[in-house]
């Protein structure tokens, strides 16, 4: 009896990963991509923080003071523990938020904020927003 074995490329589970950057000449284990353009981003092979950990994403909100559009992302008090010592661990990392096998996008923390909850879509154009935050719109959250 022959069995094969196929690896290929294996969709990311929703949730919170680490984004990385191998060294040249060293390929990427676990690649997503992006919702925005498409683009493939490398990532941790499991995420810090599953999907139950997301309690919710908000509407599309404006800040005055600093003149731009984003979408609010709240944890569950666990997720936020995991996300605060990550950060403390290491302070410099960028995390990706995937849903349904896409990235829906990349984003960073302050060591010293509240990750609570936290912003995304700070750094893209309105239009790229709606796309996120119409993907968001159809994640069901895991409200506790």
Known sequence: MLILMITG???PASGI???HTPP???PCDHEGRMIIGKAKICIAKKPIINKEGITYASEIKYDPVFKLHYIEIGLSTSAS???KKTVASL???KFA???EGEIV???SIAQEANVRAFRIGEDVLFSDLTIIH???????????
């Open 97 to 99: 938020l995937a849903f």
């Open 81 to 83: 523990q995991v996300l």
């Open 24 to 26: 040249k000449k060293v």
């Open 17 to 19: 990963y680490i984004v």
């Open 105 to 107: 996008c990349t984003f």
């Open 134 to 144: 119409e993907a968001l719109s159809k994640v069901k959250f895991n409200e506790n």
């Open 91 to 93: 302070p410099e990392s």
């Open 9 to 11: 490329f294996q969709e």
